[in-house]
């Protein structure tokens, strides 16, 4: 069974960077047999993804919402995924999330087979 524990999640002001972290534990796959994706979830909204990555990492994806702003990245060495976010705005708060799945990337929630419980990002002054 996978485990994804994310961190580095935090209040930072407009204009600032965070780097989120993914560790996944619990597997006997190489972590890059699976497909990865960062959703987020702002109070009162649905689920959104964010980025995804092919399980080679050779294909990302960006919502358009945070193009050029954010990075998705995969250390599988040290079994974690990252996603960096520059310039952050307001609208960016919310519970983020990253999943995994086997294979290729993905858009669709319900396609990821395991979940982090998440990480609160609150950008505010």
């Known amino acids: 069974q996978l485990q994804l524990v994310e961190s580095g999640g935090g209040l930072v002001q407009p204009g600032g960077s965070l780097r989120l972290s993914c560790k996944a534990s619990?597997?006997?796959?190489?972590?890059?047999?699976?497909?990865i994706g960062w959703f987020r979830q702002a109070p009162g909204k649905e689920r959104e993804g964010v980025s995804c990555m092919s399980s080679s990492g050779g294909v990302t994806n960006y919502a358009d919402s945070v193009k050029g702003r954010f990075t998705i990245s995969r250390d599988n060495a040290k079994n974690t995924v990252y996603l960096q976010m520059n310039s952050l705005k307001p609208e960016d708060t919310a519970v983020y999330y990253c999943?995994?799945?086997?294979?290729?990337?993905?858009?669709?929630?319900?396609?990821?087979?395991?979940w982090g419980q998440g990480t609160q990002v609150t950008v505010s002054s």
């Open positions: 999943a995994a799945r086997d294979a290729g990337s993905s858009w669709s929630a319900s396609s990821y087979d395991y």
């Open positions: 619990g597997f006997t796959l190489n972590l890059n047999h699976y497909g």
